[in-house]
T-cell receptor, first 118, second 111 residues
Framework: GAVVSQHPSRVICKSGTSVKIECRSLDFQATTMFWYRQFPKKSLMLMAT?????????EQGVEKDKFLINHASLTLSTLTVTSAHPEDSSFYIC??????????????FGPGTRLLVL | KQEVTQIPAALSVPEGENLVLNCSFT??????LQWFRQDPGKGLTSLLLIQSSQREQTSGRLNASLDKSSGRSTLYIAASQPGDSATYLCARQGGSEKLVFGKGTKLTVNP
């Protein structure tokens, strides 16, 4: 299957700093990528839809100025957590939309980034 | 509100047992239904995808079914192995491109 990578896999930062997470589709082009957040024992919650060359679409309750998304190329989307606080500590997962050979679509997921804000 | 419910939340079985994981969803207007596996601290691995026109999909020891009328999907795992231990997530995709996930079933297969 298609491969999606995330970098870094784990990051620890001080409160008030900004952290950038990269999501790359390694062997296919993705015009649409998604950013999810997962708390322990909770569902993955969609934060925003990242569209190449245009502004991201944020889900209700997600602050766009807090979570900056840039999708500058067909293989890279970045999520920047600005002025991070301890409550931003979570597991962030990206996915990239891909089209199936027989029709239809699916999403390939990255391995996730564990963020810990001290 | 779109909701996806998975039962049970956790399941522990002895090796070799056949088992069924359940997923229900409130909106029957479904585009596709996917089952994923997530190992601790890791991302998601897609196991099976059932499109709305399909009733089931099989891959090795895994079989997933979809009943849109009742809003249910099941994941059947045959002859379970310790390596099957993980959290299994189901997700529905409606008319939009968004996936809505359940909370998952944490499976433990004991040797």
């Amino acid at each position: 299957g298609a491969v999606v990578s995330q970098h870094p896999s784990r990051v620890i930062c001080k409160s008030g700093t900004s952290v950038k997470i990269e999501c790359r589709s390694l062997d296919f082009q993705a015009t649409t990528m998604f950013w999810y957040r997962q708390f322990p024992k909770k569902s993955l919650m969609l934060m925003a839809t990242s569209n190449e060359g245009s502004k991201a679409t944020y889900e209700q309750g997600v602050e766009k100025d807090k979570f900056l998304i840039n999708h500058a190329s067909l293989t890279l989307s970045t999520l920047t957590v600005t002025s991070a606080h301890p409550e931003d500590s979570s597991f962030y997962i990206c996915s990239a939309r891909a089209w199936l050979a027989g029709g239809g679509e699916t999403q390939y997921f990255g391995p996730g980034t564990r963020l810990l804000v001290l | 509100k779109q909701e996806v419910t998975q039962i049970p939340a956790a399941l522990s079985v002895p090796e070799g047992e056949n088992l069924v994981l359940n997923c229900s969803f409130t909106d029957s207007a479904i585009y596709n239904l996917q089952w994923f596996r997530q190992d601790p601290g890791k991302g998601l691995t897609s196991l099976l995808l059932i499109q709305s026109s399909q009733r089931e999909q099989t891959s090795g020891r895994l079989n997933a079914s979809l009943d849109k009328s009742s809003g249910r999907s099941t994941l059947y795992i045959a002859a379970s192995q310790p390596g099957d231990s993980a959290t299994y997530l189901c997700a529905r995709q409606g008319g939009s491109e968004k996936l809505v996930f359940g909370k998952g079933t944490k499976l433990t297969v004991n040797p």
